[in-house]
C-alpha cells in the first residue's frame, strides 16, 4: 500500500507541471483529460428554443449535466446560479442539461432552488450518455475550437474565487 504514495504524489505533481505550462492554475476537482471533440448536443429548453453546441464555437462553454433527484446537484445548483451572475460580462457560455425529468420537476425544482437559471431537456438520456458522465453532477468546459479541455465531477463551489478565476482565465486563451 505505501508503494503507491510515490505514485500519486508523482500524478499531482505532474497535474500541477500541466496548469503551469498553460499558465492556469487548476482549482481542485477539476481534470484534464486528453483534448477530444465535444459530443453532439443539440436540445430544447423550457421554452421549446433549441440550442446546438455546434453553434458555439469561438468561445468556451461550460457544460452542466444534473438532476433534481440528485444530492450534489440540488447543493450545486445555487453555486452555479451565483457564478452565472459573478461572470455576467464573460464570454464563457453556461449550458445546463438536466437528465431525464419532465419538464414540470425541472420548472418546480429550478424555480425553487435556481430561478435566474434555464436548463435544456434531455427527456431520454441520449444526450447525456454520449457525453458519458461518469455520475451527477458533471461539467465539462468545451474549447473556442469544440475540444473538452477540463471536467468536473460532482458538486463544486463555482461561485468561489479560485473556481471564477479560473473560467475567467479560460477566455484569455482565446
Known amino acids: 500500500m ?3 504514495l510515490p505514485v500519486i504524489f508523482l500524478t499531482c505533481l505532474q497535474a500541477s507541471a500541466v496548469a503551469g505550462e ?5 482549482p481542485p476537482g477539476i481534470m484534464t483529460p ?8 443539440k436540445l430544447g429548453n423550457l421554452d421549446g428554443e433549441t440550442y446546438d453546441i455546434g453553434t458555439s464555437r469561438g468561445h468556451w462553454v461550460f457544460v452542466h449535466f444534473w438532476a433534481s433527484w440528485c444530492g450534489p446537484c440540488r447543493k450545486e ?4 446560479q451565483r457564478m452565472v451572475t459573478l461572470l455576467d ?3 464563457v457560455e453556461v449550458v445546463l442539461v438536466n437528465t431525464a425529468e419532465t419538464e414540470d420537476t425541472v420548472f418546480s425544482f429550478l ?4 430561478p435566474d437559471l434555464d436548463t435544456l431537456l434531455d427527456y431520454d438520456g441520449q444526450v447525456t450518455e454520449g457525453w458519458k458522465p461518469r455520475g451527477l453532477p458533471s461539467s465539462f468546459l468545451v474549447d473556442p475550437g469544440g475540444q473538452i479541455r477540463y471536467q468536473a465531477l460532482g458538486d463544486r463551489p463555482w461561485d468561489q474565487p479560485e473556481y471564477l478565476d479560473f473560467i475567467r482565465s479560460l477566455e484569455k486563451q482565446n
Open 22 to 26: 498553460s499558465g492556469i492554475t487548476i
Open 111 to 114: 424555480g425553487i432552488v435556481a
Open 34 to 41: 486528453e483534448p477530444q471533440p465535444a459530443p453532439g448536443l
Open 77 to 80: 445548483m445555487p453555486t452555479i
Open 2 to 4: 505505501n508503494r503507491l
Open 89 to 91: 460580462e464573460s464570454t
